[in-house]
């Protein structure tokens, strides 16, 4: 499938129309174990944990997505979460590992490192990942991890990934890259020397808010083979039907990023045009720092808009509670449009800590509804 591109990779990598019946869709297999020959002689199934043909059929499509080839010697493994893939990073760390956190990061990956992993002896330092000099200094014998989200959650910072690579090779230090927010469409991590890629699945892979998963991707055959081992021994994995969800929602991947970025280009210039918006980030804008790194390691900027409203906290609240087509909820990467304010909602496990985010902050998860109705939403409800 090498020869073939994004669009009809998502389509077809580890789809095979199944070889008894011929359906073309991927069955969903129901089943929590498997008929053997002989003790330990069966067809590559023994117990749904350790592995489900609907499951290896999407681990399959997402590494193809990630630019890694059956037999490659890396791949996929998908997990129950975003969170629980996470995990499985954090159980590859020992007591007295270190790990280097960007400042703007996922308040759940924060509050894993922070409250969790730490523990367990595990410690961390957060700093600005676009400052490399900050990076440097961060970086000590024990780190054994760089965590890199880009663009990031909720702020929309932009990392040089291929910077950052070139720091962490220096020391042997693994480098993860969430890239949720760019997904494989746009933004190709393992390309550019990552040595792992994390996807909350629930997000833009799935694409219609009715499943939660996640998955991380690898080339390195040793670090595929740990996170295969763990992936059977902790069990975070997905069921056979939410493997379906991902797999149906993936076809349409690059149908769905090309309208969510053109969606969310066109709100950011609203706003930014805007004697009601204070301050916008959108990678896509020239006047974001991070524009000319964003436009040098990505095809397209995405579909997340952050701004802050004038009138602070009070007017962003009244902004969130007012809008129609913006659904007032967590998450994001759905065909419909969502709106938050993170400090409150999703990033509040950062309060009070170096990584706090703005009260005022409103982050938009542009979906893929006319966008002229979305601007007329946003328009309304800016009051």
Not at 291 to 315: I, K, N
Request: with cysteine; proline share 5%; net charge negative.
């Amino acid at each position: 499938m090498t020869e073939d591109r994004f669009e009809t990779i998502a389509i077809h990598a580890g789809q095979d129309p199944d070889p008894t019946t011929g359906a073309v869709v991927v069955p969903i297999y129901a089943t929590s174990t498997y008929v053997q020959d002989a003790p330990g002689q069966h067809k590559g199934y023994e117990y749904s944990r350790t592995d489900n043909p609907t499951r290896t059929a999407l681990q399959t499509q997402i590494a193809a997505l990630e630019g890694v080839a059956p037999g490659a010697g890396g791949g996929c493994v998908a997990t129950s979460s975003g969170l629980a893939a996470t995990g499985l990073i954090g159980h590859m760390l020992a007591p007295g590992d270190h790990v280097v956190l960007s400042n703007d990061v996922y308040g759940g990956t924060f509050r894993l490192f922070a409250q969790v992993l730490s523990g367990h002896g595990i410690e961390w330092t957060a700093v600005d990942l676009t400052n490399l000099d900050e990076l440097r200094g961060a970086v000590r014998r024990e780190t054994k991890l760089i965590w890199v989200e880009t663009p990031t959650n909720p702020l929309l910072r932009i990392v040089d990934i291929e910077a950052v690579v070139d720091v962490a090779k220096s020391t042997g230090t693994m480098v993860v890259v969430d890239n949720t927010f760019a997904t494989p469409y746009f933004q190709q991590p393992l390309e550019l020397g990552a040595d792992v890629v994390l996807h909350s699945s629930t997000k833009y892979l799935g694409g219609h808010s009715d499943a939660v998963g996640g998955a991380l991707v690898t080339r390195d055959p040793d670090i595929y083979d740990r996170l295969k081992f763990l992936q059977n021994a902790v069990g975070p994995v997905p069921g056979p039907f939410d493997a379906y969800l991902f797999l149906r929602g993936i076809k349409t991947l690059a149908v769905r990023m090309e309208r969510h970025a053109e969606n969310a280009a066109m709100i950011a210039r609203f706003l930014e045009d805007d004697a009601r918006v204070a301050t916008v980030w959108y990678p896509g804008l020239a006047s974001h720092p991070g524009h000319e790194v964003a436009s040098r390691q990505m095809s397209g900027f995405g579909g997340m808009v952050s701004f802050l409203p004038v009138g602070g906290v009070d007017a962003a609240n009244a902004v969130v509670s007012r809008t129609r087509l913006f659904f007032l909820a967590e998450s994001l990467g759905g065909v419909e449009s969502l709106i938050e304010t993170p400090a409150s909602m999703t990033h509040m496990s950062v309060e009070g800590t170096d990584l706090e985010v703005p009260a005022e902050l409103i982050r938009l998860s542009v979906g893929i509804e006319h966008v002229d109705d979305l601007i007329s939403d946003l328009d309304r409800a800016l009051g």
